[in-house]
C-alpha cells in the first residue's frame, strides 16, 4: 500500500527540507511507483507536486529548495494498483476542481459503479478520484 506522511506548523515554526525528504524517504518503502506533496503557499493557495519516480529521486529532482517554507504539507508515496503512475492524473496527491487536495491509502473495487452512477468525470483511471 501506499505511505502517507504530513505535517502542520503553528506560529513562525516551519521545518526544514532535510525534514521534509526524511519524511518523503522514510515512507517510500510503502510506494515506489510515484511521489507528490501538496503544500500551502501564503495564505489561500495549494501546491501539488508530483512525478511518477520513488521518493528518493524526487527529493532530489522534484522537491522546492523553499519548500521547508510551508506551514502545511501532505506527501504521499505510491504503490500503484489503478492507473498507470506514467499519468501524474493518478499520482496522488489528487484534487477536485474546487480545490480539495487528497491523498489515500487503499483500494477502493466499485469506482467505476460509483462513477457511472453518479455521472462523475473523471480526470485519471485511479480509484481514489471517486471521494472527491
Known sequence: MC????????????????EIERL?????IR???ATGIARTIGKNNIEVIKSPNKASV??????????ELS?????????????LAK??????????KEGVVLVHNGIINNDDVL??????VRDGLVDSEIIL
Open 3 to 18: 505511505g502517507i506522511a504530513g505535517y502542520k506548523c503553528f506560529g513562525r515554526q516551519r521545518p526544514y527540507r532535510d
Open 24 to 28: 518523503l524517504l522514510g515512507i517510500e
Open 31 to 33: 510506494g515506489t511507483d
Open 58 to 67: 524526487f527529493v532530489k529532482t522534484e522537491l522546492p529548495e523553499k519548500a
Open 71 to 83: 506551514k502545511c504539507m501532505i506527501m504521499h508515496t505510491r504503490a500503484a494498483t489503478q492507473g
Open 87 to 96: 499519468d501524474n492524473n493518478n499520482n496522488h496527491p489528487i484534487y477536485s
Open 115 to 120: 462513477f457511472a452512477k453518479h455521472s462523475f
